[in-house]
């Protein structure tokens, strides 16, 4: 200890440690994946030597029509890599628009994620990894050098569920130092989602750091909860433990949710520095978030004054047994009556949910409903619903 | 939507949609992997028809001596899952003690991670799959039903570097229904972590959760700052974007991080209901935090009356440019004339830092600076350290 000679020795092990971590992690391989070009294109590359085929798959590439014996949908696409020196195979891709990418490598056939990228998202039980091509849109899911809200994972009493929960918040910059209240918007998720979904699939609190920094979007709170009833957290964050979760849970639209989101309300309004009123409150989802947000406005009279439905699972409940479902076209027209600045839809002209959407718009049309409306390229998928979030946020308690 | 007919349309199109999502994500793979048994014995499963060889590799087998240009290290073994119909691969080990495990796969000598457990953790770059075994010290680690702690991603202005600068934070239950002042635990990564690695690595927050509960450990508020100086955040959570995590990160053992601690502590103080003396604060770290801590603990005086290294980096810096590396042995004698309350060391058997740790007791030992050592099995892995913060949890602020 009395000299640099331990020093020496000491820092030569720790690097070959980490020589070691690093060559075990890639099994060898230090390559860069995915490699972004200034020309927005992408190599990516992956090293397998014994391998016949290598392709990579994602939602940069055009879809293809998959046959299901439940119908027909749209699937990322496949491109062949080319096999070079070293057995590193690449593809490079043209131009690429500003976007967040997922992608994932199918080598002989078996899908495997980029061992170059430890970037990943799960969406329901799959793992991709991700990229951004910035200089556009995605430029708002960048974390930026700009002043940055505070993200909270928190536990809530239900006393409506019987359950302490876990909800995501995200306060914006300044909120711990401020005396100011500040309105709330309730983002709700889809099924097989939960509450980790808008805050990593859906890039929520780059999205407001970024607006609020540009001025476009008010300061808001934005309360993400879990709205699959039967889980008292995300799947590995609560006390189920790990599973490999479902797409469809269990209760998550027999209007359970819907009946106790009060709980989540009061909370809120209990716990943080929020202004509780109805032109301060706004709810908003994606697919089965978007059915939620239909019903839990309409349910709860007078409580919010802007409502957003995001590729919404819209659906008739006249025959459901949850009390929520009970009485639509009353409590609908009520909610008309009642007045609110802003009812949003937005959906992809390819969604298998465009049809459903029409129709409740000819209902909305033929009651004297007003709304918002937004038609976008694209299907069921989160690159809409991060679009949608930064077209609908900035209209907010203005 | 005036009927029902809809609804099931609807109902069956998203599941369809759902099952389709499904049998992308694991390539049409409908197995349970892992399958954790009654005994506590695990099996793997992998489907694929036409690879040669399929292995698992994960921390609950036995280790081998890996040899490499810098010297021999420990690695994870290695297993041979047998081939049974339809493709799918297994192996089934013999009953496991508690623990949380690491596992990936090796198919035809390309490690994967497993496609029906989308629950990893990111070490550095790597990726693994984990899984836990509970019935004893892994309990810890589990979320159970009990109060929960909030864990918070906030970012803070550091006027020592010039930057603002991303940590997490756990509150303890209760916290925000309180009046009460909290002591606090600042817990210190090690090299090629971040803000993120005690909390998910290191199940900091189920930690705390459970031995709260079970009335051992006091509530205290546990800060996980970021020890790279030179990064704002983890890895694909700051500005930098998404780039390949090293395990060696520039000036992170110069002494600027050691030197600008006091940035955190304000913060906290600040931020924060607590009790802003030494006799309620503790700091602990491993590897590199270990590092951190002995030498903020010594730079500082008076500052902390709890002192934890873990598996520490511990290294002469006499001839450091850094200033915190001056005057070791007199610094290090005024903390120990000014007293504290614990001083607490612990260690793996097979560790590469366990000479170094035995040299540096001896020069406690030397001076008569008393300290409390914990000497384990295993090397310089997460295990240890898991293990480490629930002994020294405990005795803090008591």
Redesign the interface.
Same mark, same amino acid.
């Given at each position: 200890? !009395?000299?640099?000679k331990?020093?020496l020795i000491?820092?030569? *092990?720790?690097?070959?440690?980490?020589?070691? $971590? %690093? %060559? #075990?992690?890639?099994?060898g391989q230090q390559i860069?994946s995915p490699e972004i070009l200034p020309d927005n294109s992408v190599t990516f590359r992956f090293m *397998?030597p014994? &391998?016949d085929t290598v392709k990579v798959t994602g939602d940069f590439l055009p879809t293809v029509k998959?046959k *299901?014996e439940?119908?027909e949908?749209d699937?990322p696409g496949s491109a062949l890599l080319t096999k070079g020196e070293n057995g590193v195979w690449s593809y490079k891709t043209g131009p690429l628009s500003s976007e967040l990418y997922n992608y994932s490598f199918?080598?002989?056939?078996?899908?495997?994620?980029d061992? #170059?990228? +430890?970037?990943?998202i799960?969406?329901? $039980?799959?793992?991709t990894n991700?990229?951004?091509i910035g200089g556009g849109q995605a430029d708002l899911y960048?974390?930026?050098?700009i +002043?940055?809200g *505070?993200?909270?994972?928190?536990?809530y009493d239900s006393p409506g569920l019987k359950m302490?929960r876990?909800l995501t918040i995200y306060t914006p910059p300044g909120y =711990?130092k401020s005396t100011e209240k500040y309105p709330v918007l309730y983002l709700l998720h889809g $099924?097989?989602g939960d509450e980790e979904a808008w805050i990593a699939l859906g890039r929520t609190a780059q999205i407001m750091d970024n607006m609020i920094a540009q001025g476009k979007v008010k300061p808001m709170i934005v309360v993400m909860p879990n709205g699959n009833v039967i889980q008292? &957290?995300a +799947?590995? =964050?609560? #006390?189920e433990?790990?599973y !490999? +979760? %479902?797409?469809?849970v269990p209760k998550t639209m027999d209007g359970t949710y819907e009946a106790n989101f009060m709980d989540i309300i009061k909370f809120t309004e209990a716990?943080y520095r929020v202004k509780a009123d109805k032109a301060n409150r706004a709810i908003a989802g994606l697919s089965m978030g978007g059915f939620h947000s239909l019903h839990i406005s309409r349910y709860f009279p007078n409580t919010f004054d802007y409502v957003g439905l995001f590729s919404a699972?819209?659906? #008739?409940?006249?025959?459901a047994t949850g009390k929520v479902y009970s009485d639509f076209d009353g409590t609908l027209k009520k909610q008309k009556d009642n007045g609110y600045k802003l009812y949003w839809i937005g959906i992809g002209k390819t969604d298998?949910?465009y049809k $459903?959407n029409e =129709?409740?718009r000819a !209902?909305l049309d033929g009651m004297g409903m007003k709304y918002q409306y937004v038609e976008s390229e694209g299907g069921?998928i989160w690159r809409n619903w991060r679009v949608y979030l930064s077209q609908f946020a900035p209209v907010l308690f203005k």
């Open positions: 200890m !009395k000299n640099n331990l020093l000491l820092f030569t *092990t720790l690097i070959g440690f980490g020589s070691y $971590a %690093q %060559q #075990s992690l890639f099994g860069v *397998t014994n &391998a998959i *299901t439940r119908g949908f699937a199918i080598v002989d056939g078996l899908r495997t994620i061992p #170059s990228n +430890p970037f990943i799960r969406d329901v $039980a799959s793992l991700l990229f951004i960048k974390v930026m050098d +002043p940055h *505070t993200v909270t994972r928190r536990w302490d876990r =711990e $099924a097989g008292d &957290a +799947p590995g =964050e609560g #006390s433990g790990f !490999k +979760p %479902q797409f469809m716990n699972a819209i659906m #008739s409940r006249d025959d298998f949910l $459903a =129709e409740y !209902k069921h």
